[in-house]
């Protein structure tokens, strides 16, 4: 079967009219004179390939991401060793610009046959960050493709909860501070696209937005170890200190954070770091509804990359009248949007106020009476002050208030045993507060 194929510039050799020559397995179908020609034509179901043999230093991670989700390979010509580095970094096949006709078709068999899900799109069997509803009405009966081994040895933890305050950026900057006091290196990611409040958390200048920096790179494929150290801020507690890539300064900066971008952010991350530590938005929707048949970018692809990518989740949720039922559905959505997750539950601010005298049996009797499917693992007391005092000086709670209840119920969730005592950590912080008095 033939492989249909659009070529955009001039080579040093006649290769399209070698390749119509070949009469082998490539079909050159339509020759573009610039580079959105021939996007226009991949869109529309034309090829399966796209050979650039001019422009290519115009191809960023997210375009290529782009024709992908549509079926499409990309292969390059170029002589620079470090403009095929560049490319091959977005995920380019390369070859040089002498190439002779039949090694160029080759080349083009072998990008095809090592798309994700060879034999359909790509936008049937992985979310590419780009909305195209079109997708939903084709048949998806593919076996699963097999898992591939990370760049690097580090975990993603991702923070994500509901609309609302559950309290996602305190448990996710707490996470990060935990382990690295344990010893571990640790990247903090402010992946929030609708209010990024992890630099005021920290007491940040919130002006270089870090993470938008490196999407920025990683899209153009300039993005490495050394540059993303020098992005991210580092925050000192104590004898410890782990690393910050800032979170985007205006909602309408959302576009900055492209899936196929993040994706390289996160794997890289996980090259130079232990953990990886993501504060991800709330928000779960596809927006295929607002872009039908489009290849427009999706507002909440940070979001759902960063729990594709992610090794464990935690979905976090107020233990409230409001927050439980919100968390009820949010989970349902998560399952939805992102079937593999497996999320772990935990309910923050927990207080006998808003939930009785025995808060963590009674969150547990509603929960089971709601039957969500997922159990709750976690139960962090309330405690405001302890909160407030890390708020005003930028710290952390292990810094700010090392004895808090708070505090040592997210060190026991994500370290090494916290020596408490056999009672419940809502008890135990109302006893101290009690004491304190």
Known sequence: MSIPVVTVGQSREDLVGGLERLHGPVTVVRRCGELAELLAACQSGLARAAVIAEGAQELTASLVDRLAAVGVSVVALSDDPEESGRLWSIGVVTASLDVDSATLASRISDAVGEMPGHGRRRSESRDSGFADTAAELRPTDAPEEPEHAPV???????????????????????????????????????????????????????????????????????????????????????????????????????????????????????????????????????????????????????????????????????????????????????????????????????????AGRSPERELREAWERYGPGHGIEVFLPSDPEACDAALLSGAVLFEAAPESGLRLAIAKMVCAPVQQNGKSSVIYSRARRRLKR
């Open 152 to 354: 690097g040895a580090g975990r993603i933890i991702a923070v994500w909860g509901p609309t609302g305050a559950p309290g996602r950026t305190l448990v996710a900057v707490n996470i990060a501070a935990e382990l690295a006091a344990e010893g571990k290196s640790v990247i903090l990611l402010d992946a929030d696209n609708y209010g990024a409040s992890v630099a005021a958390s920290l007491g940040l200048l919130d002006e270089s937005a870090g993470l938008a920096q490196s999407c920025r790179l990683a899209d153009q494929g300039l993005l490495d170890a050394e540059s993303l150290k020098r992005i991210a801020a580092p925050v000192f507690a104590k004898a410890t200190s782990f690393r910050v890539l800032t979170g985007i300064t205006r909602p309408d900066r959302w576009p900055e954070l492209r899936a196929a971008a993040l994706s390289s952010v996160l794997e890289l991350s996980k090259a130079i770091a232990d953990v990886v530590v993501v504060d991800a938005g709330f928000c779960l929707e596809a927006d295929e509804e607002l872009s039908f048949d489009t290849m427009a970018p999706r507002r909440n692809a940070a979001t759902l990359r960063s729990i594709e990518l992610a090794d464990t989740v935690y979905a976090v949720g107020a233990a409230d009248a409001v927050g439980v039922p919100r968390l009820v559905r949010g989970l349902a959505e998560l399952e939805r949007a992102v079937p593999h997750a497996a999320p772990r539950v935990v309910l923050n601010k927990v207080r006998a106020a808003s």
